[in-house]
Each structure stands twice: as structure tokens, then as C-alpha cells.
């Protein structure tokens, strides 16, 4: 029997399996840092106690909207730390320390950091657990599923790209015959929306509601699976420049240069001089006392590491009023000394 796809094990009712009361072995603390969580958070943390025979579930609670502390509390063996106020309303800022705080608060040898949106398959802790004796921190690979709606525009095209259509039988009384081949396949709105104009029928779009489409691979041999999805967010310029931010100074702060870590540093640190986001000469300062290993490998030009720090309050008002009396200052000078 075909095992369930991935997409009907995250949906399909499943029993709760606390495999620290099923097997005889020893237990491990899991953390886990949240704010706010997705819609498969419950059907994760059965995944969880499943897979794993947890001693405690550790809790980091950033201070969230939703009800993922509601649904945390159904399970067994949880400690909630609330840290909600601790580090501010938001961990963006300090989930480091949220991390650290839950790392301290471990009672297990071996411990398990888990995202909120990770769903762990059949065999998972058994395989890592295989591992303990090559490496003291480890992690494994990721499969990404997408599970994300949004509109595609299509008043935006000329082409439909659409997936339910209607019409009448008899506006296909002279397209019928001609179609003779396979050669609609993945085109055939454009196509039929051609042949129906070209016959004096009315086409048209209805932009009042919507069908959901779905793009996941289908079963089958024949049919080629998808490689990758690109998604794009709704980010505004102060969530990247603070993202950004972070990302550069807490690799420079934390990390020797390597290739890798390099590429990374410079690419933020490229993003953030074209949001106009950092004063390079401040960052350049900030980095030698930081981990002055770094200073060589950033990707700033000599002349931008002596840009000067931008105007103080006070200096942006004097320069204004110097540049609005300069003129008078020069006219009564004219007046008062003129030339010979």
C-alpha cells in the first residue's frame, strides 16, 4: 500500500502517541521559541511526542495574538516561559537570549531545538539519535511543502490562466470539429478564447469571485514533479533593514570570516547600502571593536569606511540657517567694504 502523501498525513485525524509512556528509554528536553504559530501547530506537536520520547516540552512565549498557547497546553509535560516581556513585545530583536534562556533551563544531557512549523516523519528521532556518538550539535535536511493561497491577478494578462470556465454548447457548434490533435494541452484558454471571439461569441473574465488552484505534484509517472516554488512576501523596507541588520552584525559579532559566512555578510551588508540603511564609517568602527578579524573581508570601499556620520539635529538646523544667511551676510558685506 502507498504510503499517504505528506499533504493528507498533515490533515488526517491521528491519535495521540506520547512515546515516553509507550517505550522503555531515556528521555529528552525539546524547546521551542514562539510568538505566533501556523494553522498545523497542533498536528506538529503530535508529531512531536510521537517521534520523541520528550522528558519536557520548553516553551519560550514571545507574546503572540493567536491561540498557539491554548493548543500548547493540551499536551503533557509542558513548561511555558513566558518571555513576553522579558525581551521587549517581540523576540525579532533578542531571540538569542530567548534561545540561550531555553538552553539553560535544559535538565537532559541531550536536548532537541524545534521550530513551531516543523513536522517530523516516522523514524526521525530514532535516526538522529544514531548520531550522538559523531558529533556533540548536529542537524539534518528539510523538505519544504507549501501550503500558501493567494490571488493571481489575472485582469492583470491578457491570458486567463484560468482552471473553471463556463459556456454555452452551441457557441462550440463550429470549434468541435476542427479540434483533431493534443495540441490544447496546457493552452487551451487561450486557444478557446480565440476560437469563441473569432466565431462572434463573447468572451469575458469574472473578476467577482474566485477558484482555489492547487500547485502540488500529481500522482502518476508520466506527470514531471515540481523542482522548487518561489514565494514572495509582503515585506516592507523597515522589516528587511531590520532583518538585514541583525543578520550582518550577529555573524560578525559571533563568527570567524569563512567563504561562506563572508558571502552572507556581504550580501545583507549589499542590501542595506542600497536601502541607504547604515552609516558605513559608524559600522566600520563598530566591526574593529567587534571582531576586528572582519575588516578586511567587507565589501566597503575605502572611501565609503571615511563617510562622514550623518548631521546631528542641531547641525541640520545650523547648516539651514548658515545657508539661508549666507546670501544676506555676503550682500551686506558688498555693502559695507565695497571694491575699489
Known amino acids: 500500500m502507498k504510503e499517504d502523501s505528506i499533504f493528507q498525513r498533515y490533515y488526517k485525524e491521528k491519535k495521540f502517541i506520547d512515546r515516553k509512556n509507550s517505550l522503555n528509554e531515556e528521555s529528552i528536553d525539546v524547546i521551542c521559541p514562539i510568538i505566533n504559530t501556523n494553522e498545523l501547530f497542533e498536528i506538529n506537536l503530535y508529531s512531536w511526542y510521537r517521534q520523541i ?23 503533557p509535560r509542558v513548561i511555558i516561559i513566558d518571555q513576553s516581556t522579558k525581551y521587549g513585545e517581540h523576540l525579532y530583536g533578542s531571540q538569542g537570549i530567548s534561545i540561550a534562556e531555553l538552553i539553560s533551563s535544559v535538565e537532559t544531557e541531550w536536548f532537541i531545538y524545534l521550530h513551531s512549523d516543523v513536522y517530523l ?39 486567463a ?12 457548434r463550429n470549434i468541435i470539429p476542427i479540434i483533431e490533435d493534443g495540441f490544447l494541452q496546457n493552452n487551451e484558454d487561450i486557444i ?11 468572451y469575458g473574465r469574472v473578476l467577482d469571485t474566485k477558484h482555489y488552484h492547487q500547485v502540488m505534484n500529481k500522482r502518476g509517472e508520466k506527470e514531471p514533479k515540481y523542482k522548487r516554488v518561489e514565494i514572495e512576501r509582503f515585506l516592507t523596507q523597515d522589516w528587511k533593514e531590520k532583518i538585514y541588520n541583525v543578520q550582518v552584525r550577529g555573524i560578525i559579532k559571533y563568527c570567524d570570516p569563512k567563504p561562506y559566512l563572508i558571502r552572507e555578510v556581504n550580501g545583507a551588508l549589499r542590501a542595506l547600502k542600497w536601502y541607504k540603511a547604515i552609516n558605513l564609517h559608524d ?11 572582519w575588516v578586511d573581508y567587507l565589501d566597503i570601499s575605502e572611501e565609503e569606511k571615511k563617510q562622514k556620520p550623518p548631521p546631528t539635529l542641531i547641525q541640520k538646523v545650523y547648516n539651514k ?10 550682500k551686506l558685506d558688498s555693502l559695507i567694504n565695497p571694491r575699489k
Not at 520520547?53 to 499536551?75: A, H, Q
Not at 480565440?194 to 462572434?200: C, D, N, P, R, S
Open 283 to 293: 559600522f566600520t568602527k563598530w566591526v574593529e571593536k567587534t571582531n576586528s578579524s
Open 53 to 75: 520520547p520528550i522528558n519536557r516540552l520548553l516553551i519560550g512565549f514571545g507574546g503572540g495574538t493567536d491561540n498557539s498557547l491554548e493548543i500548547v497546553k493540551k499536551f
Open 161 to 172: 490562466y484560468s482552471g473553471s470556465q463556463m459556456g454555452r454548447k452551441k457557441a462550440f
Open 321 to 330: 540657517l548658515r545657508d539661508m544667511l549666507n546670501p544676506l551676510i555676503k
Open 121 to 159: 516523519p516516522d523514524n526521525w528521532y530514532d535516526t538522529m539519535i544514531k548520531h550522538q556518538d559523531d558529533y556533540d550539535w548536529f542537524e539534518c535536511g528539510r523538505i519544504i511543502t507549501t501550503l500558501v493561497s493567494y490571488k493571481h491577478e489575472i485582469d492583470k494578462h491578457k491570458r
Open 192 to 202: 478557446f478564447q480565440e476560437l469563441i471571439l473569432k466565431e462572434g461569441y463573447k
